[in-house]
């Protein structure tokens, strides 16, 4: 099983056990990871679905994105390695940070001079990259 799809049966079967309130009400999980650099849609709900692929049409993307961003709640995540001392060494996936938000998006767009300090940017970035690569998909 991949990454990808163990992440997808664990959110899948949080909400099925009424589990999670945080993804519960996310209609869209986002992964990111600015070592490959990429983001990409984890879950999302065909609604979600459908208005990420509105932000990939020609012309201004900003408005459907900001649409995503408000009626969808994305969570973004990251799989990081845990702290040393941790009882459970290894990986997790949790939710990113806005650094690593940031990261990402410098990493994705290094040629940008867009201000990635700023987290709706850093989110509106992300949120596009990620219905770019689905459509590849």
Do not use: K
């Not at 849609?41 to 609604?47: I, L, M, R």
């Not at 650094?99 to 990635?116: G, K, L, N, T, V």
């Amino acid at each position: 099983m991949t990454p990808r799809e163990a992440l997808r049966n664990a959110v899948t079967g949080a909400i099925e056990r009424g589990e999670g309130e945080a993804i519960e009400h996310c209609g869209l999980v986002i992964s990111i990871c600015p070592n490959e650099p990429r983001a990409t849609v984890e879950v999302a709900t065909p609604a979600a679905m459908l208005d990420l692929a509105n932000c990939i049409v020609p012309g201004d993307a900003g408005p459907a994105l900001r649409h995503v961003l408000a009626e969808h709640n994305p969570r973004f995540t990251i799989t990081a390695r845990r702290d040393a001392g941790s009882a459970n060494p290894g990986y997790e996936t949790r939710t990113a940070t806005p650094a690593e938000m940031q990261a990402a998006c410098e990493a994705i767009y290094f040629e940008s001079e867009s201000d990635f300090t700023d987290s709706e940017t850093a989110a509106l970035h992300l949120l596009w990259q990620a219905a770019d690569t689905e459509e590849s998909m």
